[in-house]
């Protein structure tokens, strides 16, 4: 890491627990804001950049853009949850039951939940009335039906009044075939009506406290493997443990994980969540500290390359038009990538990226003719 790496990882640790950031010379805030931009972070660190002594603060025009990017933050986030209300009031009216997953329900353990940079809005429905949600919503926002790309494996895809919305059929999938057997029936039985919480003062349903703790990770997991994260995702998972680390059942945990092959992951981001984000080891259950130095192999990683991998080196070229040569084109950058991420989990990497390239070729098949 670089020094201004090191500042914008203070400034987001101090966001996340309210510490002073005690960042260092020289304090170069381009670089900084950046680092932040790459990360997802842009919030996080507009908050605790407003909090510094004031020979550190930011200059005028690096005041100025993280005061916009705060703005535009806050703005999506109240566009998010107006939708979202929309979206609950018609799927509720029409007696279909749903559980919102990830974004606005993890933004409510930030500190400041505007704070957290949001994207689109994630809801499971499962596979008996996903269809049925899709018409409705695609008739709510006034689309004819053929205009919407359909679906990929996992769910549908629609924009619902300037917002995206996705309505899983399956939360996730895991590699190998009876592992991801046994996590899709565990799926069906945790996000079922009885488990569920709610969002305080609302009718929106969440996961329960056992449930986000593994597919949170497991969600990272899946696009490190594929093309790369954001620390905002990590943050999310951090945060998600700060807050309910005593909610969760760890016999049943420890479990769960080793039915879907998911120790070692646990373990490593574990050790980036306690040595580079801050959480307490005693909030990480069945932290063994472990892994430290392929966490910091997997920082490393992420730094570079930025959420979703934006930013990696092996993406200098433009992606080329087509289905099938951008389809081609991400082949080839994951094949060079893999040869990267392999050493920090080579188990755990070889079969994500096996059951990538499987799951590629057969949504290619399927979706395409």
């Known amino acids: 890491m670089n020094i201004s790496e090191k500042n914008m990882l203070s400034l987001v640790r101090s966001a996340l627990w309210g510490t002073p950031a005690g960042i260092q010379e020289p304090i170069e805030w381009s670089q900084i804001i950046e680092a932040a931009s790459r990360q997802t972070l842009l919030g996080l660190v507009a908050s ?63 500190p400041d939940p505007t704070i957290r940079q949001c994207g689109d809005i ?54 190998g075939i009876r592992a991801d057997r046994r996590y899709q029936q565990w799926t069906l039985k945790q996000l079922s009506g009885n488990n569920l919480r709610k969002i305080a003062g609302t009718t929106i349903n969440l996961p329960p406290y ?8 497991n969600h990272i997991w899946h696009h490190f493997v594929a093309g790369g994260i954001g620390l905002r995702q990590v943050c999310d998972w951090v945060l998600y443990l700060h807050k309910f680390h005593k909610e969760i059942d760890l ?63 092996v993406k200098s070229s433009p992606r080329p038009k087509g289905r099938i040569a951008g389809k081609l084109y991400t082949l080839n950058a994951n094949a060079k990538r893999f ?14 990226w096996i059951s990538f390239f499987i799951n590629g070729i057969l949504n290619f098949f399927r979706f395409n003719g």
């Not at 006034?142 to 309505?167: F, M, S």
């Not at 056992?210 to 990770?217: C, E, G, M």
């Not at 040869?339 to 188990?347: C, E, G, L, N, W």
Request: overall charge negative; hydrophobic content about 40%.
């Open 48 to 110: 605790a950049a407003g909090k510094l002594p004031q020979e550190q603060q930011p200059e005028e025009a690096a005041k100025t853009r993280l005061q916009r990017a705060l703005f535009r933050i806050i703005s999506s986030h109240n566009l998010l949850n107006s939708r979202l209300a929309e979206v609950a009031s018609i799927l509720n009216s029409n007696n279909i039951e749903y559980v919102l997953l990830k974004g606005e329900g993890l933004a409510l353990n930030y």
């Open 122 to 175: 994630d809801l499971y429905i499962g596979p008996n009335n996903c269809l049925k949600a899709f018409r409705l919503l695609i008739a709510e926002s006034g689309q004819e039906e053929e205009e919407v790309p359909l679906e990929n494996a996992k769910h549908y895809h629609l924009n619902y009044k300037g917002v995206v919305i996705e309505l899983h059929k399956i939360a996730d999938t895991i590699p």
């Open 210 to 217: 056992n449930f986000d703790a593994i597919y949170i990770l």
């Open 251 to 313: 016999r049943e945990l420890e479990s769960d994980l080793k039915s879907f092959g998911m120790c070692n992951v646990w373990q490593i981001f574990g050790e980036l969540a306690v040595r580079h984000l801050g959480l307490p080891e005693n909030e990480l259950p069945l932290y063994t500290g472990t892994s430290r130095r392929k966490a910091d192999a997997l920082l490393e990683v992420i730094l570079r390359e930025g959420n979703f991998g934006y930013h990696a080196h």
């Open 339 to 352: 040869f990267y991420i392999v050493s920090i989990a080579p188990y755990d990497v070889i079969r994500g």
